[in-house]
T-cell receptor, first 116, second 117 residues
Framework: AQSVTQLGSHVSVSEGALVLLRCNYS??????LFWYVQYPNQGLQLLLKYTTGATLVKGINGFEAEFKKSETSFHLTKPSAHMSDAAEYFC??????????????FGQGTELSVKP | DTGVSQNPRHKITKRGQNVTFRCDPI?????LYWYRQTLGQGPEFLTYFQNEAQLEKSRLLSDRFSAERPKGSFSTLEIQRTEQGDSAMYLCASSLYWAGVGNTEAFFGQGTRLTVV
């Protein structure tokens, strides 16, 4: 079965420090991978996505992620945390089986706290 | 276009009552998805439509849940005889699908938070 695992339900960093949020997936077919951010009582906003091609993808707000097939990972990073980055982050996989798949399977989320 | 719109944003209902939520997708998007998110969890897929056709339903979607997209535009999600366990955020998303190409990414609405008391 396909699944997404986010390691660490809560990550706390100091402002200006490196942000690293971990995501591993399990899939029997080539996945499309996504990171979404959710602020309190809001919907999800797409940060970045990997479909095909370059394995290092850049997203909004200075975030980037690297697809590593051998490690089945898609970790999210940002060189320098900002207070406004405090939010819940979700990794998700979209199964493109035969081009028909459109639903997302989400990890449980990682809450990022940024200390001044 | 203002994105995916969901109404109401909040709903409090008594156990046993029926509730209906509405989702208006991005106008040119032909796919529409419903997800449920409980506190501290990631969203869980419920169902999705391509135009007016409901293509897949999760096992999470019990007989008390029904979703429609009658004209291929807005969608409604109805929960009959609500239970306290139905309390959650219900998220709607939409995307554009081309045969042979696949989907664009999904854009999410702000959700409807349901509280069953």
């Amino acid at each position: 079965a396909q699944s997404v695992t986010q390691l660490g339900s809560h990550v706390s960093v100091s402002e200006g420090a490196l942000v690293l949020l971990r995501c591993n997936y399990s899939s029997s077919v080539p996945p499309y991978l996504f990171w979404y951010v959710q602020y309190p009582n809001q919907g999800l906003q797409l940060l970045l996505k990997y479909t095909t091609g370059a394995t290092l993808v850049k997203g909004i707000n200075g975030f980037e992620a690297e697809f590593k097939k051998s490690e089945t990972s898609f970790h999210l990073t940002k060189p320098s945390a900002h207070m406004s980055d405090a939010a819940e982050y979700f990794c998700a996989v979209n199964l493109q089986i035969g081009g028909q798949g459109g639903k997302l399977i989400f990890g449980q989320g990682t809450e990022l706290s940024v200390k001044p | 276009d203002t994105g995916v719109s969901q109404n109401p944003r909040h709903k409090i209902t008594k156990r046993g009552q029926n509730v209906t939520f509405r989702c208006d997708p991005i106008s040119e998007h032909n796919r529409l998805y419903w997800y449920r998110q409980t506190l501290g969890q990631g969203p869980e897929f419920l169902t999705y439509f391509q135009n007016e056709a409901q293509l897949e339903k999760s096992r999470l979607l019990s007989d008390r849940f029904s979703a429609e997209r009658p004209k291929g535009s807005f969608s409604t999600l109805e929960i009959q005889r609500t239970e306290q366990g139905d309390s959650a955020m219900y998220l709607c998303a939409s995307s554009l699908y081309w045969a042979g190409v696949g989907n664009t990414e999904a854009f999410f609405g702000q959700g409807t938070r349901l509280t069953v008391v």
